[in-house]
């Protein structure tokens, strides 16, 4: 099972801003879609924001305006821009690939793959 690899999490103050990576190793990266989930302790994981195979973009209503997703296709890799951060948006974040076409773009039954998960944490 192919790993996906995440990076950039960190602890940064209310307000301030982090930058996820999402490295996707060996895929045909072009043909699926992928997106970003996070899981605060205590709580289900749930979608962020997904970009689809054709381009597509969603994202969840609690970070339209602050968070933007992006993809280098070229390198295999997605981000994930994360603004105006709140410690809300505190938990793990976890990057996620899905083979087939999504239903739900934001649902994390979707995904065939997972990485490992980066830690966000806001302080107020």
Do not use: H
């Not at 995440?6 to 930058?19: A, F, T």
């Not at 821009?81 to 076409?101: H, K």
């Amino acid at each position: 099972q192919e790993q996906l690899v995440e990076s950039g999490g960190g602890s940064v103050e209310s307000g301030g801003s982090l930058r996820l990576s999402c490295a996707v190793p060996g895929y045909p990266y072009d043909t699926y879609s992928m997106a970003w989930f996070r899981q605060a302790e205590n709580k289900e994981r749930e979608g962020v924001a997904s970009i689809e195979s054709d381009g597509s973009i969603t994202y969840a209503d609690s970070v339209k305006g602050r968070f933007t997703i992006s993809e280098d296709s070229a390198k295999n890799i997605m981000f994930l821009q994360l603004n105006a951060l709140t410690p809300e948006d505190t938990g793990m974040y976890y990057c996620g690939l899905a083979v087939s076409p999504l239903v739900d773009p934001l649902k994390a039954d979707y995904m065939d793959y997972w990485g490992q998960g980066t830690q966000v944490t806001v302080s107020s």
